[in-house]
């Protein structure tokens, strides 16, 4: 019997119960990961204040008597600080009062093992105000900062971190606050540690939970009788994950450039050419000729744009006549700006960085007052409502010890910004530029940071990725790389390695001639194991299945049986993330 394929598609979707009996549904997609032996990560942070604390993550791990609920058991004074244990309600927990000294407080000494992963967590109330308290660990070898909250009274604040430590040993728990006339009260106290092993494993499956989808295409003939032992291949025309790079002016006379960034990457942001100080130069002589190119560009090759940024915070990159604006007038010019260049651009870019850098800085807030980012923000939303408008800073992830730019410091920002009359409904997102140092990346306080502010609900990209210069820059950009993108809530990921021949802002990805350093090959691997998994080939069981896990993207599927008349059949397939239960199948019926 000769049987030919035809361009029918039928799609069937099962839910399977507990007892196995099955429903029909459409459009839901399974997403299925494989359950490793190590023990899952908990993702989950708390951003509000609560009348009481919630239960210790992984039940405390290595905390001794982690609720209190053993009296003192465990824990002792550090510093000068009187420690004692509180009943309110039902809740036991402990108190650090007659603080003298920032470090005063409520210690545990714990063994820490070198080349484990640790991530921490606590819940802080403090008996005053609205104060910083940070947790630290005296090791043998220095200080580690975990993390840091801003504890309120008579509420408690999830305050969440991580870190390694480089030799094993002896280690002192401790919370810290420079406001000395403060109780500090701390309860659910968890630290948990993980190999690498175990923390890569979290990331596998991650991946495989958020990134993928398991497909199952099924060849039958016209009666829908099974078709055993035939050819599938799929690949891959386009990720869904936008991954990207920085790229500036230099690209639009490089063929090579071109050619090299386009075979790689689907979204991207402008190095300067859209910053004010390249836009206006001088008063009043806007020019976009060298954005507007960039962006045909980008169109013209299917790439996605940040629109990065429209001010940025640095006194250092004001333009000189700004500098001699009175208030009233710089007020005019920075509305005459956002007015500009969003509405030039507006459905042209896919975010905007509205305000660059301002944790670190207040250069627009120290002229035109402290609610100047609140109003950019307002005036942005009324220009291009419909692109997510990010607030973009660095540090937040990379160094828990600039205290400027901390999770809580960030958190802050934002209901500063949405607290201003007519930005309740801002469409906002977080930018996280990561910029990292050439020491060795920080993985459980990036992973604890992140989960802290995606709480939020508001989309997360990571921005602005590199790493210094250093004997291990290959090595460290593979783990961030690999931490940011298995995060179930990042959304985005842009590497800040826009090419120049005279060498790139910190970290170039090529040499010159547009052959990979050992940064391009880390970039490579991750694109062709992880985001852009390319293709998948097999045959068809005996039932005349086979089953794949794509990562999301838009793929083409071909089916061929030796008894097919026209030899194959080709059909799209857009593989998208499931928002349907755990146990969901998307089932591909090519009739032939």
């Excluded at 689907?266 to 130069?281: G, L, Q, R």
């Excluded at 001088?282 to 560009?297: I, R």
Aim: glycine share 6%; hydrophobic share 40%; net charge positive.
């Amino acid at each position: 019997m000769s049987i030919q394929f035809t361009t029918l598609i039928e799609v069937w979707f099962f839910i399977f119960s507990k007892k196995r009996t099955f429903f029909t549904y459409n459009f839901i997609y399974f997403i299925g990961f494989n359950i490793a032996n190590a023990l899952s990560y908990d993702y989950t942070a708390s951003i509000e204040c609560l009348a009481s604390p919630q239960k210790p993550q992984y039940n405390g791990g290595v905390i001794q008597n982690p609720e209190l609920n053993e009296g003192l058991k465990g824990w002792s004074t550090f510093g000068d600080a009187k420690i004692e244990h509180r009943t309110l309600g039902n809740n036991k927990f402990i108190v650090a009062n007659s603080r003298v000294h920032p470090h005063d407080s409520v210690s545990q000494n714990l063994n820490l093992e070198k080349n484990k992963i640790y991530t921490f967590s606590a819940w802080i109330q403090v008996s005053k105000g609205r104060i910083p308290v940070s947790a630290v660990f005296k090791t043998q070898t220095g200080y580690i900062l975990a993390g840091s909250i801003f504890a309120e009274s008579s509420c408690w604040s999830m305050l969440k971190g991580g870190f390694t430590v480089d030799a094993s040993g002896s280690a002192q728990l401790y919370f810290e606050s420079n406001n000395t006339s403060v109780d500090i009260w701390v309860d659910s106290i968890s630290l948990q540690p993980f190999t690498e092993k175990q923390w890569m494993s979290h990331q596998d499956q991650a991946i495989e939970k958020t990134r993928k989808t398991k497909v199952r295409i099924q060849a039958v003939d016209s009666q829908g009788k099974p078709l055993s032992n035939a050819k599938i291949s799929i690949k891959l025309k386009k990720a869904s994950f936008p991954f990207g790079c920085a790229i500036n002016k230099n690209i639009l006379y490089n063929n090579a450039y071109q050619n090299w960034f386009t075979s790689r990457f689907t979204v991207t942001v402008f190095e300067n050419e859209m910053k004010w100080y390249s836009t206006e130069p001088s008063q009043g002589k806007v020019d976009y000729s060298v954005p507007n190119a960039m962006l045909q560009f980008a169109k013209k090759n299917n790439v996605l744009v940040r629109g990065h940024n429209v001010f940025w915070d640095d006194p250092k990159y004001q333009q000189g006549w700004i500098n001699s604006l009175s208030p009233a007038d710089l007020s005019k010019a920075t509305t005459d700006r956002i007015n500009s260049i969003m509405s030039r651009y507006r459905g042209e870019v896919i975010g905007w960085d509205v305000v660059n850098e301002n944790l670190h800085f207040n250069f627009f807030e120290s002229k035109l007052g402290q609610n100047a980012s609140a109003v950019f923000y307002n005036l942005a939303q009324k220009i291009d409502g419909t692109s997510t408008l990010f607030l973009n800073e660095y540090n937040t992830i990379e160094n828990a010890r600039d205290g400027d730019s901390t999770p809580a410091k960030y958190l802050q920002k934002l209901r500063d910004i949405k607290a201003f009359p007519g930005n309740g409904n801002l469409k906002l997102g977080i930018g996280l530029e990561s910029h990292f140092s050439s020491a060795a990346p920080n993985l459980a306080y990036m992973r604890a940071s992140i989960d802290t502010l995606a709480a939020t609900n508001f989309p997360i990209w990571v921005t602005e990725v590199d790493v210094q210069r250093g004997p291990y820059q290959a090595q460290y950009l593979e783990q961030i790389l690999r931490e940011a993108h298995s995060h179930p809530k990042v959304a985005g990921i842009v590497i800040w390695s826009a090419w120049k021949p005279q060498g790139c802002y910190t970290m170039c990805l090529t040499d010159n001639n547009f052959k990979n350093l050992p940064t391009g090959n880390v970039v490579d691997e991750l694109l062709a194991r992880r985001i852009a998994i390319k293709s998948s080939a097999g045959r068809t069981d005996g039932n005349g299945f086979f089953e794949a896990s794509l990562s999301h993207g838009l793929y083409s599927v071909k089916i061929h049986h030796p008894s097919a008349k026209n030899s194959s059949l080709v059909q799209k397939l857009n593989v998208v993330s499931s928002t349907g239960a755990d146990n969901q199948t998307l089932l591909m019926r090519f009739a032939a």
